[in-house]
């Protein structure tokens, strides 16, 4: 049965939106009269066009959630199931518990299509932006293989560290970015407000200034009458890059040479083989077959020429090469997990492979990005006291000069 989203007056003339089940809006209208309700608009949930020129009350394209909420919502759902709840229940319960209206509207919509017939992953494909691929596939094999439950508590674990991870890495980055902020910031106010006072005096020494001197005077007047245009041009500067880097072939060289540049290219490897090996482990784990699995696991990773070599290598699996042999023709995957996933593939403990592998790239991707922030820290403290005193060298030199010749 369709689900509906609707708005309608009370009546004291007060605004109501909520969802309805039945079979035609002209159903959904009847009901709301029998609740005192005028309706005023009623739309099917998961709508991607209506015939009328109104807008949409609710697009399934448009619905993005939270890692957060989807974590909580997929433990619901993986609680409600393993207590032997039928599904549209468990979903109606699910529905029922969401404290946003959008996230309502999308769980109703997706039992509407559970109870017309549709699996579970076929009703989620419906959100796309919510329910990614590997998220759906999980589902899929779940369902086939009939242990739902089991697939939807690892989906819950998997999102919630996942959640977990980028929480830790925001909180660890938020140090630097604010050192970063005041250093420019304090450089910038000191070479506008502090320098120009200072520096103006030395107009009516009468004697050529020291190169540095002469030097932190152009920066400052530079910044006085073109900071503003300068900051703008950096502005569509950053703006023409992040469009230039769109297009599809510039994108696929540089994210091949991202990959190897240094401290960089290491945060890049791994980032995106610890989050290959996770996806791999779960899928994995849910008896999704190896080559949709590598398929699924190369479509999750964020740099394109990853994507392209881990392609590669399924379709050498799927000619008849090791896992293990394919994977490492790219060089970019590390040895350690290479050598956990032949000894995977000769024991027949793969899976149980795949998951230490994902655990020791979780742990490896922590310690990189912990000692590339110690790396970073002392270098931008550094920077930043070489350039405060050069502004103070600079502004010393012509008074000691002066000094000097006033006493000889």
């Not at 970063?180 to 320098?195: K, P």
């Amino acid at each position: 049965m369709p689900a509906f989203a609707y708005k309608a007056l009370d009546s004291r003339g007060k605004n109501k939106n909520g969802v309805l089940e039945g079979d035609t809006p002209r159903q959904i209208r009847q009901q709301l009269r029998e609740k005192s309700l005028i309706p005023v608009e009623v739309n099917q949930v998961a709508q991607e066009k209506t015939q009328s020129a109104k807008p949409k009350l609710f697009s399934s394209r448009s619905t993005k959630i939270s890692v957060a909420d989807l974590s909580l919502l997929t433990r619901q759902l993986a609680t409600l199931i393993e207590s032997a709840l039928p599904i549209e229940e468990a979903l109606l319960a699910v529905a029922e518990q969401c404290e946003k209206p959008k996230h309502k509207n999308m769980m109703m919509a997706v039992r509407s299509r559970v109870v017309e017939g549709h699996p579970l992953a076929k009703a989620m494909s419906d959100f796309p932006r919510v329910f990614d691929t590997l998220y759906r596939a999980m589902v899929s094999a779940g369902e086939r293989s009939g242990h739902l439950d089991t697939v939807l508590s690892r989906l819950a674990d998997y999102t919630e560290k996942r959640h977990r991870t980028s929480g830790q890495i925001s909180q660890a980055l938020i140090y630097p970015i604010v050192m970063l902020l005041v250093a420019v910031s304090v450089v910038i106010l000191l070479l506008t407000a502090v320098v120009p006072k200072i520096v103006g005096q030395f107009d009516t020494m009468g004697q050529e200034l020291p190169l540095a001197t002469r030097i932190l005077i152009g920066i400052s007047d530079f910044l006085q009458n073109y900071g503003i245009i300068a900051g703008i041009l950096i502005a569509i500067l950053i703006l023409l890059t992040n469009r230039v880097l769109q297009i599809p072939r510039i994108e696929l060289a540089w994210h091949k040479r991202l990959l190897f540049l240094p401290v960089i290219g290491k945060l890049a490897r791994g980032t995106n083989t610890a989050r290959f090996a996770q996806t791999l482990s779960i899928l994995s784990a849910s008896a999704v077959p190896l080559l949709e699995s590598m398929r699924i696991a190369g479509n999750v990773l964020e740099n394109k020429h990853l994507q392209n070599l881990v392609a590669e290598a399924a379709i050498k699996v799927k000619e008849g090469s090791s896992f293990r042999a394919a994977l490492e023709n790219t060089k970019v995957f590390p040895p350690m997990m290479m050598h956990m996933i032949a000894s995977g593939e000769r024991s027949g403990e793969l899976q149980q492979m795949l998951a230490r592998a994902a655990d020791n790239q979780e742990r490896e991707l922590e310690s990189t990005i912990s000692i590339a922030l110690k790396i970073f820290e002392p270098m931008l403290i550094v920077t930043m006291a070489a350039i405060v005193l050069f502004i103070v060298m600079a502004i010393l030199m012509p008074i000691l000069a002066l000094n000097n010749s006033v006493g000889l």
